[in-house]
């Protein structure tokens, strides 16, 4: 597949103001694109305990949009939801890739430390598949809050030990590259983003929590749009009553994300601006505190 250099540089272009990086970073983000669409940058995306939503969100890239992340850019030596690969054949891709090493492996869902069985690829469990797809990775990208820090299948009672990737690794006695991009789901994005820069730049800069800084380095609450009437203590107290909804349980005042600025389904909408809270789900705490409900409701006004 032919691409010329003018096509690298225009989807560079888009991708570098999604991000909000410096213009001098053009060229290499543009020689990044070129890497993944000649298979020079292999991607193994591997799932544990997860809905698929992470690989969905991917799909709804915008700039590269999904066909030409699928038929251009994605380098992929599996991925259990997009490859057409199954039962053996699956089985071989996976090891031949493993066996190669040098890839970008990209991780979405928990793993499942106390019932092991609870998540297997053909005979392995998942968690000592990880363990052997981490040792031979150049890096580690852990998509969705599942992923990064447990998130819905870490939720108590938590019967399968569910945990994220790091706290699986560190049990293991190993230490890799790890950027972890929370979201339920994450933005693609981050995602694109994120492989994009690891690929020509580097690491992002990271947080304490492993999350780059130009994604994850701002509340919500600081950014969002109703953030005045915040401040004049105007707040809606039910369900479509004009206000903040901090009373309601919104989540932004303690969640990191750029949801706000960046937008979802295109730019066109996010949860505050659909007129419900955020639930917080980019934090490392998501849905792990069953005292800690996603909504308020005014129970007086129930019907």
Known sequence: MKITRRTFLKDAGLLVAAMGLEPTLLPKMADALEEMAYGRAPILWLQGLSCSGCSVSLLNSESPGPADLLTRYLSLYFHQTLSA?????????????????????????????????????????????????????????CTGTCSAYGGVPAAPPNLTGATGVSIALNKAGLSRPLINLPGCPAHPAWIVGTLMQVLKVGLPELDALQRPTHFYGHLLHEQCPLFALYQKKHFAENLGEDGCLFKMGCQGVITQADCSLRGWNGGVNWCIRGRSNCIGCARPEFALDPQFPFFRLNEDNLF
């Open 85 to 141: 690969a199954t039962g053996p054949s699956a089985v071989a891709a996976v090891e031949k890739a493993i066996a190669k090493g040098g890839y970008i492996l990209v991780v979405e869902g928990a793993v499942p430390l106390g019932i092991k069985e609870a998540c297997k690829f053909a005979d392995e469990n998942f968690a000592d598949q990880l363990v052997r797809a981490a040792r031979s990775a150049q890096a580690i990208v």
